[in-house]
């Protein structure tokens, strides 16, 4: 093809394209100047098709759509119509359903009652595991909830960046949530803060299925401001990682201050409660109120129970429940007896971690979940947190053989956990544990004096 003949088909592309944006600007002006001359009564007979969501976002357009929108008709066809697919029991309690005036009820009070039948429907199916003493197949209730969880960064200039979830596994007393993107991390010296978010529907169709058009309930699960000055922990080949909280950490990529990932250990302790009662500004918390006893002298020294629980990011390395502890104060921390219970771990003690293009494991770290329950039965302390070997001070040395001690610690405001383990003969072993509980912690929790 010869140069003038490839020049004047380009310029008759260019011109139909033209003539295309032209046309195209001319549908959108005769749309709008459409729905201005449109009757306020066929408009409303059109948004009472709309579903839910639609309904809740159709204001945002402009002024005259959310005018046509707060009408207290078109709200009730809505409701009843969801009303009806509802697996929840909808009455209309006769005291306000006269109320008359705005969105006063179908659009507020209403949306309120929807949430507190699902609260009460599903805090109904929440039981009691005996073993670990938290809440019962976690991991079904929540996929019937349709739970889904949400990371937001905030950097030092104000800008925020929601991620959406790469990974999760949920094991008996936790759920582990990894978060991964090439392009959506600020670098790390900008962050100023984390939060994670756990995202809930509101409506749910038959068969309790949440509706894919519902509304989320975003609910604050934690909040942590990144302090100055944290340093690497441990890393390997690929990464770097920066432990946080003891239940949050930050993997850098090696060499530069790239975030690779974000991770976070949740504790299945109240997490049903935090994702159906909480706020997007609030984290849903229950206050604890002592049971008082002014007979047993020894009350809050006795009758422990407590389920420990080590972890890779995939599978079980070492569990153990310890039943009817005794304890002793020692110094400041209230000291467990920790009896007989099995040495050998069920897999190396190495956290494996995975992005999109990516993979690796982080010898010598692993997850640790401990509960404790009181003398009454109620879960006093509970924890997830990511937890580091260090090298033991105790360190057994022979001639024939070197064998070197490793030392796990998780502790916070609540108490402390320390576990030693070592390699021998192939297999790797846990030759000590300890348990405690800070004594203001358990003068707080039983109105005590010690």
């Not at 991620?163 to 999760?168: D, G, H």
């Not at 006795?302 to 569990?319: A, F, G, M, N, R």
């Amino acid at each position: 093809m010869s140069s003038s003949r490839k020049a004047a088909l380009s310029t008759k592309v260019k011109y139909n394209l033209k003539q295309l944006q032209q046309q195209k600007l001319s549908l959108q002006k005769r749309f709008i100047q459409a729905t201005v001359d449109l009757p306020d009564e066929m408009w409303k007979e059109v948004i009472g098709y709309l579903d839910f969501q639609s309904m809740l976002t159709f204001p945002c357009v402009c002024k005259k759509w959310r005018c046509l929108v707060d009408n207290e008709t078109l709200w009730q066809r809505v409701f009843l119509k969801h009303a009806a697919i509802s697996p929840f029991t909808f009455r209309i309690p006769v005291s306000v359903a006269g109320e008359a005036k705005g969105t006063s009820f179908w659009k507020s009070k209403c949306l309120k009652y929807f949430i507190g039948q699902r609260n009460k429907y599903y805090k109904s199916k929440v039981k009691k595991n005996i073993y670990t003493g938290t809440t019962n197949n976690m991991e079904q209730l929540l996929k019937n909830i349709g739970a889904k969880f949400q990371l937001c960064i905030e950097d030092i200039a104000g800008r925020k960046h929601c991620l959406k979830l790469s990974y999760k596994k949920v094991f008996k007393s936790s759920t582990l949530l990894q978060w991964n993107s090439l392009n959506l991390f600020p670098d790390w010296r900008e962050i100023k803060a984390v939060k994670v978010f756990g995202l809930v529907p509101v409506l749910y169709q038959a068969y309790n299925k949440p509706l894919k058009s519902s509304p989320l309930q975003k609910s604050l699960l934690t909040s942590i401001v990144i302090p100055k000055g944290l340093q690497t922990c441990c890393s390997d080949e690929k990464l770097s990682l920066i432990r946080v909280t003891s239940f949050l950490c930050v993997a850098l990529w090696k060499g530069s201050t790239d975030v690779a990932f974000v991770m976070a250990s949740l504790h299945h302790h109240n997490l049903i409660d935090k994702l159906l009662y909480g706020s997007e500004e609030r984290m849903y918390s229950i206050e604890h109120r002592p049971i008082l006893d002014d007979i047993d002298h020894k009350y809050g020294l006795h009758s422990y129970d407590c389920h420990l629980h080590l972890h890779s990011s995939s599978e079980t390395i070492w569990e153990e429940k310890f039943t009817c502890m005794g304890c002793e104060i020692i110094d400041k921390l209230v000291q467990l007896n920790v009896t007989r219970f099995s040495p050998f771990c069920d897999s190396v003690p190495s956290l494996s971690w995975k992005t999109d293009l990516f993979h690796g494991s982080l010898n010598r770290v692993a997850l640790l979940d401990v509960t404790v329950i009181d003398c009454n039965k109620v879960i006093m302390w509970s924890n997830s947190g990511i937890v580091i070997g260090e090298s033991s001070q105790q360190t057994e040395v022979d001639f024939d053989n070197f064998t070197e001690e490793f030392l796990f610690t998780l502790t916070d405001q609540f108490g402390s956990v320390e576990m030693k383990y070592k390699l021998t003969d192939g297999n790797y072993i846990i030759t000590a544990v300890k348990v405690g509980i800070w004594v203001k912690h358990l003068n707080c929790w039983f109105a005590t004096n010690y």
